[in-house]
């Protein structure tokens, strides 16, 4: 019984970890999608916020200013994104394509500009990572013999031990969820993305309303690269988002475009990405290889037997012209 | 836009590409001229570097024609990358494992990879046409099962090659390679001693997947241009309603739409394997094959005829730009920037219309309000 609830723990702990850059990216697809503009340049946007939030956090030391440069790195990716899509009417999937090759190479180029010509950025001591602002608050238990020490261990490890970035993330989802359904800018943001020409006709200014939309999708998911980098780990190197962006994609879709249903499909994809590395760790003899494939083989499972057919925005990667027909 | 415009489009968009390459090297303190002389002189500096070029450029130019493909029908083959993995894992196996004669033990094992890739890919076909899931998440969910399958392939002793990383070799019969036996039999050696221009053109591993990449190309424009199959396919992806309603099963359509894209990177995968590799190894992270593809086609206007070229400048730009690093200390990486930005341009036709447009009126001497 112990053992099991600081097991548990250990799991929860991991899993929330890896969620969290998930999430906030996963956010950004959200935003983007509901006003209509299909972002898969994700991956791209990630990478240049976990490459800039290293970079400012190793140099400045204040790692609120790396997230915030991160977020605002991402914003300037996906401004590229919004010219292409929005203003010339681009493909939007080939835009993210594209935003996928130009984010990890700029990512690489200044990482090599920045630190003497290495493809990975200096790690910032630990002082200077994101602070986890409630690991003080239970005693640490060296020893583990009764419920109530398993108890302690559980919390601290599934939750008091947490970066301060996996509590943002999910006070993140209930904010977009609150804009999105609450106010004016989500009514605007949902209707742009629904039936923009109607939109239009009410007054609301659809370019503006999907510029906006897809900048915030890039700050999001630059503060996910960033959650990565100056968080989960202390610096950046070529491989470190190799496919989260995708899989923020994936689980946005699973979510079904909705902010809490993003959250969800990240916190499933991340549990088992936990269970994954505590398997690893243990003496129960499953092929590595095997476990780290699970994840993705629940998720596909999980597609095809709880969510089946999603539909998202109607009007979700479609260009718009003002004055056309 | 008319096909001549849209070669333009093409044509701009690469030299703008290449534009921001310059900025961005100048911007960082190097000399963009030079570093585009190295780039010219490592991809056309000796005829090792023409070969290397497209030794390169071959498997891209494969998984091209797998993504113009399925665009050209509808579909988003995200999964190139797996379905690479997936026909690089069999062709392996059936190269060590088979026993059969040259040229034939090749063509099988490419068949192998193939028919294999070709059944992974049918998994996202199907998963779309029965439970309406959308092919990119399923792709993307395959793509690293692909990745962790080929990792765990690698654990069984009948395949990997103790103390390393890799499977074994495949068998020589299972080969590709042009002049392979040839090149380092006595003979060979002896006869490329004095040909030094000869020497250099076989110094790289060059196999017949090149020939196999042009081959599919034509296959591919001759099906969807030509037969019933390709004409049922392509009104799939225009219209589904309409496709529909004109008595085309589109959920059969769908799935062997995707099954034949596997096909194809299943072949790519085949062919790096028995022309360049002769093994499979540990991954630890996507190599890029598929992604790589889905810039080749949008460079080539989803054209599966189109891929051969724009293959080969992406071939030649990432060959060429990773001797920047080495010889004048600039970042490589500066070329997956300049084909992003291609990739960009390409997408942004209005962007050039807009240009065209100025242009005329100029040339008329309008006011340019």
Redesign the interface.
């Given at each position: 019984m112990i053992s099991i609830i600081n097991n548990l723990g250990i799991i929860i702990g991991i899993s929330l970890m890896y969620s969290a850059p998930l999430i906030y990216t996963a956010l950004g697809g959200v935003i983007s999608e509901n006003a209509g503009v299909v972002n898969?340049g994700l991956e791209g946007m990630m990478t240049i916020g976990a490459l800039v939030g290293a970079t400012v956090g190793y140099y400045s030391g204040n790692p609120w200013l790396a997230f915030l440069a991160a977020g605002i790195a991402g914003g300037i990716m996906a401004i590229?994104h919004g010219i292409?899509s929005i203003t010339?009417?681009?493909?939007q999937?080939?835009?993210g394509?594209?935003?996928?090759?130009?984010?990890?190479?700029?990512a690489?180029?200044l990482s090599?500009?920045f630190f003497e010509?290495a493809t990975m950025t200096k790690p910032i001591p630990l002082d200077n990572k994101m602070p986890q602002p409630f690991k003080n608050i239970l005693p640490e238990v060296t020893q583990v013999e009764t419920i109530k020490d398993a108890m302690i261990n559980f919390f601290r490890n599934a939750i008091f031990n947490q970066y301060i970035t996996v509590f943002i993330a999910f006070i993140l989802v209930f904010i977009v969820w609150f804009v999105l359904y609450k106010t004016k800018l989500g009514l605007r943001i949902r209707s742009v993305g629904e039936h923009p020409r109607a939109a239009d006709t009410l007054g609301i200014n659809v370019y503006r309303i999907k510029y906006i939309a897809v900048i915030l999708s890039g700050v999001f998911a630059g503060f996910g690269g960033a959650a990565m980098s100056i968080a989960v780990v202390a610096n950046y190197r070529a491989?470190l988002i190799?496919?989260q962006g995708?899989?923020a994609?994936?689980a946005m879709?699973?979510g079904k475009w909705k902010p809490q249903g993003a959250m969800w499909a990240c916190l499933l994809f991340g549990a088992a990405q936990g269970i994954a590395i505590y398997l690893g760790g243990t003496a129960i003899k499953v092929?590595s290889?095997?476990l780290?494939?699970t994840p993705?083989?629940i998720?596909?499972l999980a597609?095809?037997f709880v969510?089946?057919?999603?539909n998202g925005p109607k009007a979700n990667g479609l260009p718009y012209e003002k004055n056309q027909g | 836009m008319k096909k001549n415009n849209k070669f333009i489009v093409t044509l701009f968009s690469i030299f703008l590409g290449l534009v921001v390459g310059a900025i961005?090297l100048f911007i960082?303190g190097y000399n963009p001229i030079e570093a585009y002389q190295v780039m010219f002189m490592g991809i056309f500096g000796s005829p090792k570097y023409i070969s290397y070029t497209i030794v390169r450029s071959t498997p891209i130019i494969i998984t091209g024609i797998s993504v113009a493909f399925a665009f050209k029908t509808g579909l988003?083959n995200i999964g190139a990358e797996g379905q690479f993995i997936i026909g690089s894992i069999f062709a392996m196996i059936a190269g060590y494992l088979f026993k059969l004669p040259p040229v034939i033990h090749g063509l099988v094992a490419i068949l192998v990879g193939a028919l294999a890739a070709g059944i992974w890919a049918g998994i996202v076909g199907v998963?779309k046409s029965k439970?309406?899931?959308?092919e990119?998440?399923?792709s993307?969910?395959?793509?690293?099962?692909a990745l962790?399958?080929n990792?765990?392939f690698l654990?069984f002793p009948l395949l990997r090659r103790p103390n390393s990383d890799a499977s074994f070799k495949v068998l020589d019969t299972a080969k590709i390679n042009f002049l392979g036996q040839w090149k380092v039999s006595e003979a060979g050696k002896a006869f490329l001693k004095d040909n030094k221009f000869l020497r250099e053109l076989l110094n790289p591993p060059v196999n017949y997947g090149f020939l196999i990449a042009i081959l599919l190309a034509i296959l591919v424009w001759y099906i969807l241009k030509h037969t019933t199959l390709g004409y049922q396919l392509k009104a799939v992806g225009y219209n589904k309603d309409a496709a529909e309603y004109g008595g085309i099963n589109i959920k059969k359509n769908i799935v062997v739409s995707m099954m034949i894209a596997g096909a194809i990177s299943g072949i790519a995968g085949a062919t790096q394997v028995l022309g360049v590799e002769h093994q499979i190894g540990i991954l630890?992270?996507?190599q890029g094959y598929g992604?790589n593809g889905?810039?080749v086609s949008?460079i080539a206007g989803n054209n599966p005829l189109a891929t051969i070229p724009a293959g080969l400048l992406f071939g030649g730009l990432t060959y060429g730009g990773g001797k920047l690093n080495s010889l004048i200390?600039a970042?490589s990486?500066?070329?997956?920037?300049a084909?992003?930005?291609i990739?960009?341009f390409?997408?942004?036709?209005?962007?050039f219309e807009m240009f065209g447009k100025i242009f005329t009126r100029r040339k008329r001497g309008e006011n340019l309000d």
């Open positions: 898969i590229l292409a010339f009417t681009a493909d999937i080939v835009s394509i594209a935003i996928n090759f130009i984010g990890p190479g700029l690489l180029f090599r500009l010509g491989t190799s496919g995708f899989i994609l994936a879709i699973f092929p290889t095997l780290a494939m993705y083989v998720t596909l597609l095809i969510v089946g057919e999603g | 961005i960082s988003f998963l439970f309406g899931i959308n990119v998440i399923s993307i969910m395959l793509n690293w099962i962790y399958m990792n765990y654990t630890a992270a996507s992604f889905m810039a949008l200390g970042p990486e500066v070329i997956n920037i084909i992003g930005s990739v960009f390409v997408a942004m036709p209005k962007l």
